[in-house]
């Protein structure tokens, strides 16, 4: 988990990293790509998942697990170099 300093909050989104790590024989590391998501995008989540807080930053730390989460998966499947920026659509959306 990350702490606070690890995040560049904007008045736009989030800028955080995460080290994406794979097991093909040995365990290899690959460098930590740049990520973004757009506070209409940490609103969207926050409403869906039923945070408590309003403010960005707060919603991000209450689902960084899930963040985090998909920014790796993510960025294992899509080529280094530019930064990764999550949308809505990249997470799963339980409707009841």
């Known amino acids: 988990m990350m702490n606070f300093s690890d995040l560049d909050v ?5 800028n955080f990293s995460v080290q994406p790590t794979f097991r093909f024989g040995n365990h290899r590391n690959l460098s930590a790509p740049t990520c973004f998501i757009s506070n209409e995008t940490l609103d969207e989540l926050g409403a869906q998942r039923l945070c408590k807080s309003d403010l960005p930053e707060e919603i991000f730390r209450e689902l960084e697990k899930e963040i985090t989460g998909v920014a790796t998966r993510l960025s294992l ?15 799963t959306v339980v409707q009841n």
């Open 77 to 91: 499947a899509l080529a280094q170099g530019a930064p990764l920026v999550l949308k809505y659509r990249n997470f």
């Open 10 to 14: 904007t008045t736009t989104g989030i």
